[in-house]
């Protein structure tokens, strides 16, 4: 494992009832990339997404970060791990128990013990940085999807992860509410976070990530540069899936 | 369907007992054979003897309203009385169902019963008996206007009511051709039956069919003249305790040499038996709120067993529901396999099960029995509550709080439980709801609840129907009132999304 890499998987399975869903991938990511994973639904790739935090455990294979096999770790540890990459659902999955300012500082308060004032400051500046400080008090129930999202990624920010992981975090918004999300994720691409993206939003591959990962049947096909992946891949299945979506 | 119950758990009861070594295997004890058991003496030590008796049944055995305080009177207790001052040993007495009496003395919660309890060669295969003190005939209790019964054979074809496990559900069964025997518990209930034309007559003993007919206005008492010998009533003790039954004996015998039974006992109970409204010249509803504290006695009873029930229940519940929901393989198993068993059974017969079951190997007192049985069973239903409470929270919840850092405890704590309460307490309130219903079955062990107090009542004042309204509208109320206040306390809830 070189030193510059953030994130490295080797040889990674997955199997759900005897169906092997991620086939053996390898992969590595640096600090300040900003990856895209496309493909066919069903390809794998929140699957692959999930296992490098380990919300889904691999079957086999190895995943590490920050210079530790995430395989071996603990409970305990993983938990302290996962502080270090932030996550965005697709379904948003902000707490309905609470209001748009305790979703984005209860992480710090409870599992990194923060002062309640220093983890209210950052959750306001989180929140103004996404757009929706007049919200701090409301319930996510009377949020609009685009706001749910964008609140979302407020409170994984407020942990400060190293990486952050985007399942899909466009595909339950309205067309109209895509762009506001986008534009935050590109925001955030420009400031250096590293980040990878399940997506179906191919301007989005195109125009901020600096990586596509080409993902089908349970592989990543092709690695590329998004300019590179676009006008001239090296794949058929890339070539055939980029007729169909384009 | 009482009694078939009562049946299947002394069936269990015997076997228990013989297990425990419990039962004595002489099935008949000569009456002068000197007695080399312990019984005695052991009440001796104790100082008092324990009476079981079913008190709704004048005038053997009745309530009495004095002072404020529900007393036990009647011939039988006369009897007892005397029977204790012999022995030099003080007399308490323990009130249950008549059903539950001789189980009860089985499984040694009671010393001694008298009860009415006429002498059967079946109940002499698991209680011994002393000699007779009296000897009762059989009446039938039959609207005044109908003419057309004049003895047990002008039953045949027709409807009889009578107690359950009475020796009068045997004499109608065996010698009255196609009857159909309406039994149940009390005897109020059988008048009631009578008069609303559900029972063509119902069959007692003649002390009580008198006190019936005398107090309740439009039956009479007729006499059954069913082909026996006159029935014996005797005092039955445990299996075994010789001591006692020469004790006793030595008491009967003295009385009935004096018919001090006939003479005295029942002569002064009758005139201590609580009177009817329209003997007294007042009002039905007058009556009933000359007997207000026992309707409140028993709302007391009821609310505290249904509290204590539900607190406890809920305690369970949690506990059974996070080992349900635990990876652990053997607490899951625990856990499922009490909520389907308790979920399996009736509460009757879990409540008998603690209160004679457990009985057996310590003595627990009927109310801690009943809320014992409340609580276990309560803790099965709320524990299945919580598990779909936290079941019906989206996995995409969880996962976000893991995602987050939180521990799998932190984000049940924090996340989970917090939405989870929200469907949980309504369904927690129908449960509270539901118990307070359901607790009423602790009257049959003899907690004095509100179904308890009801039948007391009924047989004090000879009204069949009026309590029974007037416990309904109780129970209608405490249901009301807290589906009601659970109501606002979830609106209070919802408000805060």
Redesign the interface.
Known sequence: MKNSDILKVENVKKEFKNNLVLKGIDAEVKPGQVIALIGPSGAGKSTFLRCLNMLGKPTSGAVYFDGQDLMKLKDKQLDSLRTKMGMVFQSFNLFNNMTVLDNVKVAPIKVKKMADAKATEIAHQLLKQVGLDNKATVYPSSLSGGQAQRVAIARALAMHPEVMLFDEPTSALDPEKVGEVLSVMQDLAQQGMTMLVVTHEMDFAKNVANQIWFMDDGQIVEKNEPEAFFNHPKTDRAKDFLSKVI | MKGKVVKLLMVFIMTFSIFTGFMNKNTYTQVNASASDSYLSNIKKKGTIVMGTAPDYPPYEFTKNEGGQAKILGADIELAKQIAKNMGVKLKIKSMSFDSLLVALQTGKVDMVIAGLTKTPERAKSVDFTIPYYNGGQSLLVNSNDNSIKSYKDLNNQSVGVQTGSTQYNLVKQQVKNASLKGMESVNDLVLALKTNKVKAVAVESATGEAYASNTPGIKAIDAKFNTAKAQNVVAFHKGATSLVNAANKTIKAANASQEFEKKFIPEASKQMGTSAKKQKISVWQQMYNYKDYFIKGTEYTILISIIGTILGLLLGILLALMRLSKNKLFHAIAVAYIEFIRGTPLMVQIMFVYFGLGTIVNVPALTSGIIAVFINSGAYVAEIIRSGIESI?D??S??????????H?TMQ??VL??AIKNILPALGNEFVSLIKESSIVSIIGVTDLIYQLRIVQADTYQGVVPIFIVMVIYFILTFGISRLLGLLEGRLKH??
Request: hydrophobic letters at 30%; charged letters at 25%.
């Open positions: 989206d995409g919840q996962e976000a709080a893991r995602s987050l850092g939180f521990s799998s932190q924090i996340v917090p939405q805060e999304e």
